[in-house]
């Protein structure tokens, strides 16, 4: 989650860079998990949302979406491994 803080991608971006993120050996969980948290947890997402609802709902907003992201990749990555 910590490489989606400095690292944003555009949504046109973002498919060709998954492809990547597959064939250099990611798993597909890690991959939704990043996917998901991406666009959230892009640094000018965080610092936008930071002057809009203020410090604390931000903080509370991004440790909700990072747990839930990773909840969801190891949801679905025990899934689809089973």
Avoid: C
């Amino acid at each position: 989650m910590l490489f989606g803080v400095f690292m944003y991608s555009p949504t046109l971006v973002e498919v060709p860079s998954a492809q990547t993120f597959l064939s250099l050996g990611m798993h597909r969980g890690v991959l939704l998990a990043y996917l998901l948290a991406d666009p959230e947890l892009s640094l000018q997402s965080i610092l936008i949302t930071n002057s809009v609802i203020g410090r604390k709902k931000t903080a509370v907003y991004v440790a909700l979406v990072t747990v839930f992201s990773v909840l969801a990749g190891l949801l679905f990555t025990g899934w689809v491994d089973g």
